[in-house]
């Protein structure tokens, strides 16, 4: 399974309008984050966590042109208002996209992308397939997918599991038989906000000590702020399995 990280920012982005701090003036590529979204390719199956705002922009770096599936963990505008650039891939393979996500989010899609699911739809709108899911395994072809619930403040959140793969943005809260999902996890994504406490959010301390509490062998941070500070700077403190992700970065998973 071949992972491409496509945006590891929060929902501003980096470097962000007007700000002259470090990250946001930095040349190094690694502190240039576009907003938090993953690319999984197995076999004949492409999967997308989370289309923001970026992901036009996203696909054409990446040089990725089909797509079987999204998944989205939740509703905020940074995870899901990119959903309308779909249309290429719609005209390219002549086929509709799904979308998974548990119904309050569908609803919320429905009601942000309403010219989508009018009973008339114009047209040339995005052609779209929606797909409740619970919080219990289910499968995109032969790939098991195992949603994982945090609380993002009070809101709630789906990482996904996929193999020795799981993927969660956006944590703050775990309910202990969540965490039990991660056993045997490989390679972890999970998202470390800045160095501040954060009602919502892991910040970068919390996440290394769930990391390691959770004894996974390599772990990626990611949905990281401009005040997170410069990659290579923070690279130094981190332990010797735990990075900060960053655009662009590909890496692959038995």
Known sequence: MRITVLGTGTSQGVPIIGCDCAACTSTDEKD????????????????????????????????????SAILLTHEHNDHMIGLDDVRPLNFRHQKNISVYARISVLEDLKHRFAYIFDEKPYPGAPQIELHSIENQPFFIKDLKITPIETLHGRL??????????????????????????????????????????????????EAVALAERLNIPKVYLTHISHRMGLTQEVEKTLPAHIHLAYDGLVFEVE
Not at 35 to 63: N, V, W
Not at 156 to 181: H, N
């Open 32 to 67: 240039k984050r576009l907003r938090t979204s993953i690319y999984i390719e197995e076999k004949d199956t492409q999967l997308l966590i989370d289309i923001g705002p970026d992901f036009r922009q996203q696909m054409l770096r990446a040089k990725k042109t089909d797509l």
């Open 156 to 205: 709630p959140v789906f990482g996904y599991r996929i193999g020795a793969f799981t993927y969660l943005t956006d944590a703050k809260y775990f309910e202990k038989s969540e965490l039990q999902k991660l056993e045997g996890t490989q390679i972890l994504i999970l998202s470390a906000l800045h160095h501040k406490e954060h009602h919502a959010h892991l910040n970068l301390k």
